[in-house]
């Protein structure tokens, strides 16, 4: 088992930034592909950003150039960094674990965390 907690949600205003972040607990973090997702209201959830124990990076195309992912293998930490926010950033996100490779099906992944919402005001 992975027991993932997430934090650093709030409400922000347009433009500005939020960091998550995602402590891990359970089995070998660094064996791990750590990824977040995010739920709107009345979407589904969608792959935000991934990151490999080889730190191969993945990153939806709406988020490119204002998100970015990182890890710690040694705190067992996954972290997102989110800058010049938008409205439709607005949603619940989730960090999630799974072996092997980056993928977008959220049914891939093994662990979930509880989710922390973040909210961007215009």
């Known amino acids: 088992q992975v027991h993932l907690v997430e934090s650093g949600g709030g409400l922000v205003q347009t433009g500005g930034s939020l960091r998550l972040s995602c402590a891990a607990s359970?089995?070998?973090?660094?064996?791990?592909?750590m990824a977040w997702f995010r739920q709107p209201p009345g979407k589904e959830r969608e792959l935000v950003a991934g990151?490999?124990?080889?730190?191969?990076?993945y990153y939806t195309d709406s988020v490119k150039g204002r998100f970015t992912i990182s890890r710690d293998n040694a705190k067992a930490t996954v972290d997102l960094q989110m800058n010049s926010l938008k409205p439709e950033d607005t949603a619940v996100y989730y960090c999630a674990a799974r072996p092997g490779i980056i993928g977008g099906d959220a049914q891939d992944y093994d662990y979930w965390g509880q989710g922390t919402q973040v909210t961007v005001s215009s």
């Open positions: 359970g089995r070998t973090f660094s064996n791990y592909v």
């Open positions: 990151i490999s124990w080889r730190y191969n990076k």
